[in-house]
Each structure stands twice: as C-alpha cells, then as structure tokens.
Nanobody
Framework: VQLQASGGGLVQFGGSLRLSCAAP????????IGWFRQVPGQEREWVSC????????YYADSVKGRFAISRDNAKKTVYMQMDSLTPGDTAVYYC??????????????????WGQGTQLTVSS
C-alpha cells in the first residue's frame, strides 16, 4: 500500500500552498488520513486529520484557522490547503492513513500507512 504525497515547495511568508495525499489502494470505509510534520531533531507533530466516512476534520491549535483539510472520495485523495504560512511551518510533511478510524487520531503510532514526505519551506 502506498500513499502518494505531493505539493511541497518554497513559499514566502504569508503565502499559501496545497498538499495532496492520494491513497489509491485503500478502502475508504472507516479510513482516516492525517498530516504530520517533522523538523530535523524534533518529534513528528500531528497537524490535521479527516475521516473519509463522514468528512469530519480536526486540527492542531498551531494551524487552526490557517489550514484546511478536505477530501475527494472519487479520487481517494486528501488535500491540505495551507494559508498564512510562516517560517514556523517549515518542515517535512507526511500524510498517513489509519484504518478502522473513529474520531480524531493524533498518535502517529495509530496510523497504518505513511507517505514519503514532502518538504515545505517558508522563507521570511
């Protein structure tokens, strides 16, 4: 099973970017997709997640109001629109999939599959 993360890049302070995570091999029922980010030397940080079943979304306080996660069931793809970016958002972003998901899942260990990571760099 592969998750295909894409969309990272270099953006200026205050700019926007959209990440994508495709899960073509997975069954959507009770599936949740989460986004994490990691800075070298630091633990992986949960950012957001969405349920494919009911579309409920959840956000870390650090991104609430700036990031928006959404899903396209037909494409089996999750998007994360990131606005008002700051250098503090610079990290490698990973998407992950959790089966049998109920509610918010913040624990990385709960996720079953991971994408390869995509780098976001926000310049000041």
């Amino acid at each position: 099973v592969q998750l295909q993360a894409s969309g990272g890049g270099l953006v200026q302070f205050g700019g926007s970017l959209r990440l994508s995570c495709a899960a073509p091999d997975l069954t959507l029922e009770r599936l949740a997709i989460g986004w994490f980010r990691q800075v070298p030397g630091q633990e992986r940080e949960w950012v957001s997640c969405i349920s494919f079943s009911d579309g409920r979304t959840y956000y870390a306080d650090s991104v609430k109001g700036r990031f928006a996660i959404s899903r396209d069931n037909a494409k089996k793809t999750v998007y994360m629109q990131m606005d008002s970016l700051t250098p503090g958002d610079t990290a490698v972003y990973y998407c992950a999939a959790a089966r049998d998901a109920i509610g918010v899942i913040r624990n990385a260990g709960r996720y079953d599959y991971w994408g390869q990571g995509t780098q976001l760099t926000v310049s000041s």
